[in-house]
């Protein structure tokens, strides 16, 4: 693969650029932009996903709770984890269907009640509510994709943390299950999933979870077609929870 970055501003990409990314190798494009997103991924083979609506106080506190109210200055979730992502599962689509389309999506999307969904979620005057839903409209996003008729995997990554990858054993399972250990994963070990997945052909056709043991618990992974291979032949449940 020749691998082309896409980010939603010029500052991203200066960013990477400052990083040591090559420019060439970074497109600005907005993803809630189809024609931006279609131009962008001209002659893409494959796509891995990792768009996300990101949530941040709004200087607001909840008068009951007492805590800070989140808001999605940028886009709520229905705007990018759902629209964004269809644009980038239908550019993909035009680029010809046996483009491998991977997704990094999130745990927690069979428990509509997740914490994560009361992000940015306001009540209107009528008492309906209005925003947030961020793991619904994700799920969502995956439907689509799973039905479009491309190659496709999906990866539930447990919470990410900012730690060193390649130290940890992974935990492979589906439908947010975690009998035992921790619910967190470091981000590299999610990028590393991700790109073994257009690597391993039976990462295709695959919905799953992952997390990972703490350092020095287990055995590290390093064979991740092996990893895969215990899920047998199951994959995520989408007649769980709920999906926008």
């Given at each position: 693969?020749?691998?082309?970055?896409?980010?939603?501003?010029?500052?991203?990409?200066?960013?990477?650029?400052?990083?040591?990314?090559?420019p060439n190798c970074v497109v600005v494009a907005d993803v809630t932009d189809p024609s931006a997103i279609a131009t962008a991924m001209q002659g893409c083979s494959?796509?891995?996903?990792?768009?996300?609506?990101?949530?941040?106080?709004?200087?607001?506190?909840?008068?009951?709770?007492?805590?800070?109210i989140f808001s999605f200055p940028n886009g709520q979730p229905e705007q990018v984890d759902w629209l964004g992502q269809k644009a980038q599962i239908d550019a993909a689509k035009a680029c010809g269907i046996s483009t491998h389309v991977v997704?990094?999506?999130?745990?927690?999307?069979?428990?509509?009640?997740?914490?994560?969904?009361?992000?940015?979620?306001?009540?209107?005057?009528?008492?309906?509510?209005?925003?947030?839903?961020?793991?619904?409209?994700?799920?969502?996003?995956?439907?689509?994709?799973?039905?479009?008729?491309?190659?496709?995997?999906?990866?539930?990554?447990?919470?990410?943390?900012?730690?060193?990858?390649?130290?940890?054993?992974?935990?492979?399972?589906?439908?947010?299950?975690?009998?035992?250990?921790?619910?967190?994963?470091?981000?590299?070990?999610?990028?590393?999933?991700?790109?073994?997945?257009?690597?391993?052909p039976a990462y295709r056709g695959r919905s799953f979870d992952i997390r990972s043991k703490l350092e020095g618990e287990g055995e590290v992974t390093t064979d991740f077609a092996a990893l895969v291979e215990q899920l047998g032949d199951r994959n995520c449940d989408y007649t769980l929870g709920e999906i926008a």
């Amino acid at each position: 693969f020749e691998p082309v970055g896409i980010v939603r501003s010029a500052e991203s990409k200066a960013n990477l650029v400052e990083s040591g990314i090559d420019p060439n190798c970074v497109v600005v494009a907005d993803v809630t932009d189809p024609s931006a997103i279609a131009t962008a991924m001209q002659g893409c083979s494959a796509l891995i996903i990792g768009t996300s609506a990101k949530p941040a106080p709004s200087g607001k506190t909840d008068p009951v709770t007492e805590r800070p109210i989140f808001s999605f200055p940028n886009g709520q979730p229905e705007q990018v984890d759902w629209l964004g992502q269809k644009a980038q599962i239908d550019a993909a689509k035009a680029c010809g269907i046996s483009t491998h389309v991977v997704i990094c999506s999130s745990m927690g999307g069979t428990d509509p009640s997740n914490m994560l969904n009361a992000l940015g979620r306001e009540t209107a005057e009528d008492g309906s509510a209005q925003g947030g839903n961020i793991l619904l409209w994700k799920r969502k996003a995956e439907k689509y994709l799973i039905d479009s008729g491309l190659p496709y995997t999906v990866v539930h990554p447990g919470g990410l943390i900012n730690e060193p990858g390649g130290r940890r054993e992974i935990v492979i399972g589906v439908d947010d299950e975690r009998s035992e250990g921790e619910r967190s994963i470091p981000r590299e070990d999610v990028a590393e999933v991700l790109v073994q997945a257009l690597l391993i052909p039976a990462y295709r056709g695959r919905s799953f979870d992952i997390r990972s043991k703490l350092e020095g618990e287990g055995e590290v992974t390093t064979d991740f077609a092996a990893l895969v291979e215990q899920l047998g032949d199951r994959n995520c449940d989408y007649t769980l929870g709920e999906i926008a």
